[in-house]
């Protein structure tokens, strides 16, 4: 038994969801998605909540019914309030600002980096903080991932691209040593 699967799923208010021939389509106040079934899951859909059951009792099955549950809990989160994830970037000189929908990063390299975030994603800049938005879990976060990615942070002085929350580990530079006679 799958401890995440058996649990239903509460459809808030404002939130429309459409099951057809596998696909289910989610309709919200932010957007709106769908996600598709996986293979031996059924699922019900009364007084507003979403149950999910496992046709067969393979291996397989009992792996899909945990996941498709979190993937269509998350498309619920998602058109309905939002994900969001916090980039804060760290270095003298270092910053990033928006030309139009594209973000342009100036963080020590020889030339700006442009990145034009994809449709449904809303990537803005506050200072050193750059916040993406959007409805889709996974592409929030790999569009995150995409932009941290252009200048990691170091561990001697902390200078980069990090998460809000995100903890580096700092290392000891060079010591300078006296010489003894």
Do not use: C
């Amino acid at each position: 038994m799958s401890k995440i699967g058996k649990k239903p799923i509460a459809v808030p208010e404002g939130v429309g969801v459409k099951i057809n021939d596998g696909v289910f389509n989610l309709k919200g106040k932010l957007g709106e998605t769908s996600v598709k079934s996986l293979p031996f899951i059924k699922a019900n859909m009364e007084n507003n909540a979403i149950s999910f059951g496992i046709e067969n009792n393979s291996k397989q099955a009992k792996a899909n019914w945990g996941t498709l549950r979190a993937l269509v809990q998350n498309a619920i989160i998602g058109v309905s309030e939002g994900f969001t994830k916090n980039l804060i970037i760290e270095g003298v000189g270092f910053r990033a600002n928006m030309e139009g929908e594209a973000l342009v990063l100036n963080v020590g390299l020889s030339h700006p980096v442009k990145i034009v975030p994809p449709a449904g994603i809303k990537v803005s800049v506050e200072k050193n903080l750059i916040k993406i938005s959007g409805v889709d879990k996974d592409l929030v976060g790999k569009i995150a991932a995409l932009i941290r990615a252009v200048k990691k942070p170091e561990p001697y002085k902390g200078k980069g691209i990090r998460y809000e929350k995100e903890i580096i580990k700092r290392k000891a530079g060079k010591k300078v040593t006296g010489t003894t006679k």
